[in-house]
């Protein structure tokens, strides 16, 4: 059983920047890809971002891409989420989701933290 904490979280300006990060336990971390992903109110969750468990391969939303960067220190057993250049839309909870197969879809996930908000202001 893997237990997911993410931290970071806030209020930043437009063109703001965060850095969240999601400490994992309870299991082989390594072994565990690692994925962001976000709910607006009245909207459905989405993917954000994952990476596999060595950490050598990465995937974006399009939303994203070029402004977010996922990481992750296997000796840490904490996956990051940089985020630059952060937009009202980018307003959210932010998940972090941890499984044992590469995927975008959140039904593959099967450990969830419990988010941690993003708040933009224009």
């Known amino acids: 059983q893997v237990q997911l904490v993410e931290s970071g979280g806030g209020l930043v300006q437009a063109g703001g920047s965060l850095r969240l990060s999601c400490a994992a336990s309870?299991?082989?971390?390594?072994?565990?890809?690692m994925a962001w992903f976000r709910q607006a109110p009245g909207k459905e969750r989405e993917f954000v971002a994952v990476?596999?468990?060595?950490?050598?391969?990465?995937s974006y939303a399009n939303s994203v891409r070029g402004r977010f960067t996922i990481s992750r220190d296997n000796a840490k057993n904490t996956v990051y989420l940089q985020m630059n250049s952060l937009q009202p839309e980018d307003t959210a909870v932010y998940y972090c989701?941890?499984?044992?197969?590469?995927?975008?879809?959140?039904?593959?996930?099967?450990?969830w933290g419990q988010g941690t908000q993003v708040t933009v202001s224009s």
């Open positions: 309870g299991g082989t971390f390594s072994v565990y890809t």
């Open positions: 990476i596999t468990g060595s950490g050598r391969t990465t």
């Open positions: 989701a941890a499984d044992r197969t590469y995927g975008s879809s959140a039904r593959n996930y099967d450990y």
